[in-house]
T-cell receptor
Framework: LAKTTQPISMDSYEGQEVNITCSHN???????ITWYQQFPSQGPRFIIQ???TKVTNEVASLFIPADRKSGTLSLPRVSLSDTAVYYC????????????FGQGTELSVKP | NAGVTQTPKFQVLKTGQSMTLQCAQD?????MYWYRQDPGMGLRLIYY???????DKGEVPNGYNVSRLNKREFSLRLESAAPSQTSVYFC?????????FGDGTRLSIL
């Protein structure tokens, strides 16, 4: 199972765009890059998943370069409520659904 | 819809006591998972059940047992609680991806 590396913490201000990049030591052909968000006292919540190039939904965008060795989560115009821990995971069809969580990135959004 | 429901939300145990954490999902998912999360760390997989009637070990299974009672319910049992098992326990369910998580059980063992 591929492990990921991402910054431990980031600070931002309301209204800014935040980009969190994670890198992978070993991503397989059938693996996807997935991001989860976790608020205090809650379980993680799925944000976005992608295989290559760019994926966008109502919450975020995910940019994956051609070599797929990294993935950048982009949060447009963050608000205080985006303060949370963000986890990048590499998920594959042959993992039996198992997820390997790293430490995540603790994002703090200030007014 | 409730999604994934965990009970209890909080529990304090003494060392050596036994305890079963309950998890139920109403999304008709085949797979269910138990994780633990220690302060400042990501979640670690304890056990999972790919389908009703099957269970497998995850990263940190020692000291725990599980039961997939039916498609909806997946319980985690601590037979003899130890202080090292003080943690927040999360249950999740899915059909492939993504996983849907409950809000956790905070367990303290004195």
């Amino acid at each position: 199972l591929a492990k990921t590396t991402q910054p431990i913490s980031m600070d931002s201000y309301e209204g800014q765009e935040v980009n969190i990049t994670c890198s992978h030591n070993n991503i397989a052909t059938n693996d996807y890059i997935t991001w989860y968000q976790q608020f205090p006292s809650q379980g993680p919540r799925f944000i976005i998943q992608g295989y290559k190039t760019k994926v966008t939904n109502e919450v975020a965008s995910l940019f994956i370069p051609a070599d797929r060795k990294s993935g950048t989560l982009s949060l447009p115009r963050v608000s205080l409520s985006d303060t949370a821990v963000y986890y990048c995971l590499v998920v594959g069809d042959n993992q039996g659904g198992k997820l390997i969580f790293g430490q995540g990135t603790e994002l703090s959004v200030k007014p | 819809n409730a999604g994934v429901t965990q009970t209890p939300k909080f529990q304090v145990l003494k060392t050596g006591q036994s305890m079963t954490l309950q998890c139920a999902q109403d999304m008709n998912h085949n797979s269910m998972y138990w994780y633990r999360q220690d302060p400042g760390m990501g979640l670690r997989l304890i056990y999972y059940s790919a389908s009703e009637g099957t269970t497998d070990k995850g990263e940190v299974p020692n000291g725990y047992n599980v039961s997939r009672l039916n498609k909806r319910e997946f319980s985690l049992r601590l037979e003899s609680a130890a202080p090292s098992q003080t943690s927040v326990y999360f249950c999740a369910s899915s059909d492939n991806q993504p996983q849907h998580f409950g809000d956790g059980t905070r367990l303290s063992i004195l």
